[in-house]
């Protein structure tokens, strides 16, 4: 079982940018991706980002493509979503993720991790 925690979410104007973070805890050892999610109210929960932690290109949701980059630091455990030009509909609570399984990592758009973070909330105003 692997902890995770997010961190760094806030209120932003549109425009800004913010930088999440999740720190990773427990037995990280065999973990085949990690990702970004989100969901607002009455909405599922939708992939923003992944990251394959035996290395590839990350894959992004359209939506967020060359404006979000995810990255992990290995030394600290620690996986980020550097969130740049921020928009409204960007608002959202987030949340970090892991899986071991390679089949659930390539379906990772249908949100079905095994391990969840309790979720920060970004907030952008216009």
């Known amino acids: 079982q692997v902890q995770l925690v997010e961190s760094g979410g806030g209120s932003v104007q549109a425009g800004g940018s913010l930088r999440l973070s999740c720190a990773q805890f427990g037995n990280t050892y065999g973990l085949n991706c990690m990702g970004w999610f989100r969901q607002t109210p009455g909405k599922e929960r939708e992939g923003v980002a992944l990251?394959?932690?035996?290395?590839?290109?990350?894959v992004y949701a359209d939506s967020v493509k060359g404006r979000f980059t995810i990255s992990q630091d290995n030394a600290k455990n620690t996986l980020y979503l550097q969130m740049n030009s921020l928009k409204p509909e960007d608002t959202a609570m987030y949340y970090c993720a892991a899986e071991f399984s390679r089949l659930r990592c390539g379906y990772w758009y249908r949100a079905d991790f095994g391990n969840w973070g309790q979720g920060t909330q970004v907030t952008v105003s216009s």
């Open positions: 990251i394959y932690t035996g290395g590839g290109n990350p």
